[in-house]
């Protein structure tokens, strides 16, 4: 790493590596968010001789910029922001087709293959940076469910003024980098290329799965 940038996700992945040593080959999974955070993961689980799976979630867009993250749904899990403006009608709505989406990809990823059992498990959740960290925050509540022993958060950036948010969220908060300056997690990469869907299912399968 130079100049508070990663080379790429897999120099990230490396140095996260170091920061959770004490869970190599333990009862731990890594569990990481598609696309950008699997070749994180995929890093992590490698070095550390651990399982990698996935969690799936989505962002609700707002109904006049989709972009605009309202909330966030996993498969069981619903985290919105109070937005008086917007018709109940239209998140519950996007809740239903953001559902379908996650079980397409769910199958796509994964096929026929159960999830892993993080009951009483130490879940290492990775993705490849926070930004706003809805994302991460309906994953952590959806793996709770789950009475997992421990969630333990490893990232390679948050924004300065969301760590107390992720140490209270998450049994242990790991970050490598939390700038007070932060527009978007790429900038803290010197490659940042797209993740595609091959490149997910190939790193699943080149990981052990149980």
Do not use: C, W
């Not at 140095?15 to 040593?21: D, E, H, I, N, V």
């Not at 008086?84 to 096929?111: A, C, F, H, V």
């Not at 290492?124 to 309906?138: C, E, S």
């Not at 924004?159 to 300056?181: G, Q, T």
């Amino acid at each position: 790493m130079k100049d508070n940038r990663f080379k790429n996700r897999t120099e990230a992945g490396l140095l996260l590596s170091k920061q959770l040593s004490e869970y190599k080959n333990t009862n731990a999974v890594v569990l990481a968010i598609p696309r950008g955070g699997v070749p994180v993961g995929h890093i992590i689980a490698k070095e550390l001789q651990l399982p990698l799976s996935i969690v799936l979630s989505k962002k609700i867009g707002h109904p006049n910029n989709k972009e605009y993250a309202i909330g966030s749904v996993s498969l069981d899990t619903v985290i919105t922001e109070n937005h008086t403006e917007i018709p109940p009608e239209y998140i519950e709505n996007e809740i239903i087709s953001l559902r379908k989406k996650l079980r397409e990809k769910q199958k796509q990823y994964m096929g026929h293959q159960n999830p892993i059992d993080v009951t009483n498990k130490n879940v290492i959740l990775v993705d490849d940076g926070i930004a706003t960290g809805n994302t991460v925050l309906v994953s952590i509540r959806m793996l709770r469910k789950s009475k997992p022993a421990q969630i333990i958060v490893a990232v390679p950036v948050v924004p300065y003024n969301k760590i107390s948010l992720f140490e209270k969220e998450s049994d242990v908060f790991v970050y490598l980098l939390a700038p007070e300056d932060f527009n978007a997690v790429g900038e803290f990469y010197e490659e940042f290329n797209p993740v595609e869907d091959d490149e997910v299912i190939r790193m699943l399968n080149n990981t052990p799965s149980n």
